[in-house]
């Protein structure tokens, strides 16, 4: 059976799109030496610091393992997935019901109109038949 796909790009949800996240070893650090911590440091001691938590030449953000940096991912999706065409065969179903109901409500009123157009001819008989008009 053939089968149509449509491609979609999607943000990763492991970098929120950028393609980078923040290198652990650097969160860790920061969790336990926030700016205002360090300002206080003269540049000695906050070399040590780094050298002490393995920082130096460390970067503060790496590529993204899950979408390998690129910042997406492309996956294929049924046409019926597609919100566009969902939208589309939403509106065309509305159509078919408001047609069907329009077709019913005619159909109602040519029922009744034979009727009507039977009643008439019965009486129009009857009174005939008896002299009544
Ligand atoms: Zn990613």
Known sequence: MEEYLVQKNTP???CQ?????SNPLWL?????YPPGALRSMSAEEYKLLLLTYKLVGEPEKLTC???????????LVG??????VQD??????????DKGKKTISAAKD???AKNDDIQKSYEDEFNEKFGLK
């Not at 589309?88 to 019901?97: D, P, V, Y």
């Open 110 to 112: 040519s029922v009744a």
């Open 79 to 84: 046409i019926e997935d597609v919100p566009m």
């Open 12 to 14: 990763c949800v492991e």
């Open 28 to 32: 860790d650090f920061m969790e336990k």
């Open 88 to 97: 589309i065969l939403k509106r065309l179903a509305k159509l078919e019901e």
């Open 65 to 75: 393992n899950a979408c390998k940096g690129s910042g997406d991912f492309i996956i």
């Open 17 to 21: 799109g950028s393609g980078y996240i």
